[in-house]
């Protein structure tokens, strides 16, 4: 535990880095450029498909003309934008998380590594291929998951639960290949995995609940989507932020772990050797008396 609290400290005085804050720009300018595209282009076009949707389900239909005749004739106004926000927001939330990992993990951790663990020795047991291929057997995992779990968001409690899950895995994935990438061996890196896997996996589900918080905006009232815009930029910068402090915190672990791991290894291997030697040959004992 003192290695987990300990590199997630460290991760949070690098987030305050000159290095990290710029590094972080250019996959925020990418976010926001790609959410104006779709949002100009596609906007009111998923917004029409989304209301002819949930007006042919006759069940869903009388319950928002029941709303209506109460006088909450908002609410019908409001659900197609509402479903399209909660439905892109978890594909916002995997490129924001591919793009940190692709854009800003391998200076962060070289930083780090420079920074803590210069004498480190880089084995070098990943590839680039390596990552790629697993990065995207995880990616499409985990959207079909969150595929999968969509009639899920409708219940209040689990929406706030499974989504998270779901990034915090793909994070776990991710992160757990990259940062060890470059400096451990293949055999290190599983040996390193088998030992810390919950705490890997626990720190990329935290991870996926602080990614969630933008989430609370757009559930906290209808009135959000007036500003969904801007609202939709300052979620993308905290996407950024989140997981730009998920490559430092597991940065920071994993190579602190690979440092402990050799040296645990060196201490065995420098024991002293203590030669064993036979016995002395005894004389031959006396015989014994008549």
Same mark, same amino acid.
Request: proline content about 7%; some cysteine.
């Given at each position: 535990?003192?290695?987990?609290?300990?590199?997630?400290?460290?991760?949070?005085?690098?987030?305050l880095?000159?290095?990290?804050?710029?590094?972080?720009?250019?996959?925020?300018?990418?976010?926001?450029?790609?959410?104006?595209?779709?949002?100009?282009?596609?906007?009111?076009?998923?917004?029409?498909?989304?209301?002819?949707l949930?007006?042919?389900?006759?069940?869903?239909?009388?319950?928002?003309?029941?709303?209506?005749?109460?006088?909450?004739?908002?609410?019908?106004?409001?659900?197609?934008?509402?479903?399209?926000?909660?439905?892109?927001?978890?594909?916002?939330?995997?490129?924001?998380?591919?793009?940190?990992?692709?854009?800003?993990?391998?200076?962060?951790?070289r930083?780090?590594?420079?920074?803590?663990?210069?004498?480190?020795?880089?084995?070098?047991?990943g590839?680039?291929?390596a990552?790629?291929?697993?990065? =995207?057997?995880?990616?499409? &995992?985990?959207?079909? *998951?969150? %595929? !999968?779990?969509?009639?899920l968001?409708? +219940?209040?409690? $689990? /929406?706030?639960?499974?989504?998270?899950?779901?990034?915090?895995?793909?994070?776990?994935?991710?992160?757990?290949?990259?940062?060890?990438?470059?400096?451990?061996s293949?055999?290190?890196?599983?040996?390193?995995?088998?030992?810390?896997?919950?705490?890997?996996?626990?720190?990329?589900?935290?991870?996926?609940?602080?990614?969630?918080?933008?989430?609370?905006?757009? =559930?906290?009232?209808?009135? &959000?989507?007036?500003? *969904?815009? %801007? !609202?939709?930029?300052?979620?993308?910068? +905290?996407?950024? $932020? /989140?997981?730009?402090?998920?490559?430092?915190?597991?940065?920071?672990?994993?190579?602190?772990?690979?440092?402990?791991?050799?040296?645990?290894?060196?201490?065995?291997?420098?024991l002293?050797?203590?030669?064993?030697?036979?016995?002395?040959?005894?004389?031959?004992?006396?015989?014994?008396?008549?």
């Amino acid at each position: 535990m003192k290695l987990l609290f300990d590199s997630f400290w460290r991760a949070v005085a690098y987030c305050l880095h000159w290095n990290v804050i710029v590094l972080s720009l250019l996959p925020l300018a990418l976010m926001v450029g790609l959410a104006w595209v779709l949002g100009r282009f596609f906007w009111e076009s998923a917004i029409d498909a989304v209301r002819s949707l949930l007006e042919s389900w006759k069940l869903l239909a009388a319950v928002m003309n029941w709303l209506e005749g109460v006088g909450l004739p908002g609410l019908k106004a409001a659900l197609g934008p509402l479903v399209v926000v909660f439905i892109s927001t978890p594909v916002i939330v995997v490129i924001s998380l591919l793009l940190v990992a692709a854009l800003m993990t391998p200076a962060m951790l070289r930083l780090v590594a420079r920074r803590r663990f210069p004498t480190l020795e880089r084995k070098r047991g990943g590839s680039l291929v390596a990552s790629v291929f697993g990065t =995207a057997w995880a990616t499409l &995992a985990a959207l079909v *998951a969150l %595929l !999968l779990s969509v009639p899920l968001w409708f +219940i209040p409690p $689990l /929406v706030l639960v499974v989504p998270p899950l779901i990034w915090g895995w793909l994070t776990y994935r991710v992160m757990s290949y990259d940062v060890l990438a470059e400096h451990a061996s293949r055999d290190e890196r599983r040996e390193l995995l088998r030992r810390h896997r919950p705490r890997l996996f626990g720190m990329g589900v935290l991870t996926g609940y602080l990614g969630a918080a933008p989430s609370l905006v757009w =559930a906290s009232s209808l009135a &959000a989507l007036v500003l *969904a815009p %801007l !609202l939709m930029i300052v979620a993308i910068w +905290i996407y950024t $932020l /989140v997981f730009a402090f998920a490559s430092l915190w597991f940065a920071h672990f994993a190579l602190a772990a690979l440092a402990a791991l050799r040296a645990e290894r060196n201490a065995v291997t420098d024991l002293p050797y203590v030669e064993t030697m036979a016995p002395a040959a005894l004389p031959p004992a006396a015989p014994n008396p008549p």
